[in-house]
Nanobody, 132 residues
Framework: QVQLVESGGGSVEAGGSLRLSCTTSPLRYSHYYVGWFRQAPGKEREGVATIYTGGYDDGHTFYADSVKGRFTISRDNAENKLYLQMNSLKPEDTAMYFC??????????????????????WGQGTQVTVSS
């Protein structure tokens, strides 16, 4: 069973920064995505950023348009960690943030890779609140 645990959430003023971390159990797949999603009250879960491990597309990332240029996803596979550096935060970034993995998966398009339905394992989430 794959386990993921998020940390690093909190409250920050608009324009501020936060760094989220996700610690996973060892991912014993040759090809997979690990990504960040968020869900605000009353809204659907949306993909924020994801990164691929394996083969020619190793390290390839996708970002939601709403966070491009502000958020950066990174990973440390040796330490089983995933990060999300969030800068220039806005009140609309307020949400519960989750990390998730697809388990084994071949490369996908951005729309596919940022879709929650292809991710099989999820963490419990960490809350991010941005005040204006």
């Amino acid at each position: 069973q794959v386990q993921l645990v998020e940390s690093g959430g909190g409250s920050v003023e608009a324009g501020g920064s936060l760094r989220l971390s996700c610690t996973t159990s060892p991912l014993r797949y040759s090809h997979y995505y690990v990504g960040w999603f968020r869900q605000a009250p009353g809204k659907e879960r949306e993909g924020v950023a994801t990164i691929y491990t394996g083969g020619y597309d190793d390290g390839h990332t996708f970002y939601a348009d709403s966070v491009k240029g502000r958020f950066t996803i990174s990973r440390d596979n040796a330490e089983n960690k995933l990060y999300l550096q969030m800068n220039s935060l806005k009140p609309e970034d307020t949400a519960m943030y989750f990390c998730a993995t697809t388990a084994g998966h071949l490369p996908m398009t951005a729309i596919e890779a940022l879709g929650a339905g292809v991710y099989h394992y999820w963490g419990q989430g960490t809350q991010v609140t941005v005040s204006s």
